[in-house]
């Protein structure tokens, strides 16, 4: 009979031990280090002498003993087996991100739902509640202007089907009315509710896993009427821009989103940022981190209707360089993370050229 490791397995320090971790067996083991390289001698379909063989240095009895104790765990799988072709048809389907998307969305799977434990509703009513907002009381800011927005009330499905996304925008400056709506409409708060044990929670307009609100909305701002251009934090109590630093240009905006078409033009970026513990506080499985995932996404959803519906033209991108976004705002990247940029600006009114039939042939062949 002849063996071979796992190709879907991930292998770490986690609290002193030495772990193996199966993606679909979704099992961590706890093994001895030298595990590793009895693993090794099996990367290819080898048989248990041939093993030992090669690990001379090892008595024939503790290879055999750590290929049983590893056949039994299921980090060896024999050729022809069922378990084998799972892990080749799973490794082979996830190469491209292999091994980190793999093993995160593994890792995630099938969450069991822990309600609070008391010492958990005892940590959430004491002082180890994160604070519902994120605050800087130092900062020089700017108070927005409130008040009902008559730009917005539009059809909802005139927003939705108008809604595009832009990459071409004129040099005109977006007026500090229009953000201020798109502020508020998109990260102020609609109202509060008494969450109980977890204290007062704020609701927007976009759903949000436990109301938890854990992405707070940075600007960087080269083109906004009366916004001096710099970077800046939405304050969503006070509805307030405070300043984290002065200075931004369209030039910097195109290099921390990886020089992609029309960042160099848009008016202004909002950075999507986690702030973790807000999240961590209530959800303990690392599914939690889907979660906020997908509050980006219905943020920026809500964001690219309200914007639509002012007669501005957004874009939202993943693709930027998150270490210079958040040294650049200051942030500490254990905290708090940037998951989202989205974008704005009076677009030029270029339209995409309708599909026809010839991209249809083309797709079919």
Avoid at 114 to 133: C, I, S, V, Y
Avoid at 177 to 189: E, H, I, K, Q, S
Avoid at 288 to 308: M, P
Avoid at 329 to 351: F, I, K, Q
Wanted: charged share 20%.
């Amino acid at each position: 009979m002849r063996l071979r490791r796992l190709r879907a397995m991930t292998c770490y320090w986690h609290q002193g031990s030495f772990v193996v971790h199966a993606y679909v067996r979704g099992a961590p083991v706890s093994l001895h280090p030298g595990s590793a390289e009895i693993l090794n001698a099996f990367e290819t379909w080898t048989s248990p002498q041939e093993a030992a063989d090669t690990l001379d240095h090892l008595t024939s009895g503790t290879v055999e003993k750590a290929v049983h104790t590893l056949c039994d765990v299921g980090l060896l799988v024999a050729e022809g087996s069922d378990d084998a072709r799972q892990d080749e048809h799973v490794a082979e389907s996830w190469s491209a991100w292999a091994p980190e998307a793999a093993f995160f969305h593994y890792g995630t799977r099938d969450a069991p739902f822990e309600p609070a434990t008391p010492e958990l509703r005892q940590h959430l009513t004491g002082a180890g509640r994160p604070a519902l907002f994120t605050e800087y009381p130092r900062a020089e800011r700017i108070l927005l202007p409130r008040g009902p927005a008559p730009a917005l009330r539009v059809p909802l499905e005139t927003a939705l089907y108008q809604r595009r996304t832009h990459r071409s925008f004129t040099d005109r400056a977006v007026s500090l009315t229009d953000l201020a709506a798109l502020l508020a409409v998109t990260f102020g708060p609609a109202d509060f509710i008494d969450g109980h044990e977890y204290g007062a929670l704020m609701r927007r307009t976009s759903p949000a896993g436990g109301s938890r609100q854990e992405i707070e909305a940075y600007l960087a701002v080269p083109n906004v009427e009366h916004v001096a251009p710099g970077l800046y934090h939405y304050n969503a109590r006070e509805h307030s821009l405070e300043l984290i630093a002065e200075g931004f240009t369209h030039a910097e905006a195109a290099q921390l989103c990886a020089d992609q078409e029309g960042t160099a033009e848009a008016a202004f970026l909002i950075f999507l940022v986690a702030v973790w513990e807000r999240m961590r506080v209530k959800y303990r499985h690392p599914r939690a981190y889907r979660v906020s995932l997908l509050n980006a996404g219905h943020l920026g959803q809500t964001f690219a209707l309200a914007a639509t519906a002012l007669g501005l033209g957004p874009f939202q991108t993943a693709a930027f360089d998150d270490t210079a976004v958040e040294t650049r705002l200051a942030l500490d990247p254990a905290a708090c993370s940037a998951l989202y940029a989205l974008a704005a600006g009076h677009p030029r009114g270029e339209d995409a050229q309708p599909a026809g039939l010839k991209p249809f042939r083309l797709s079919g062949t």
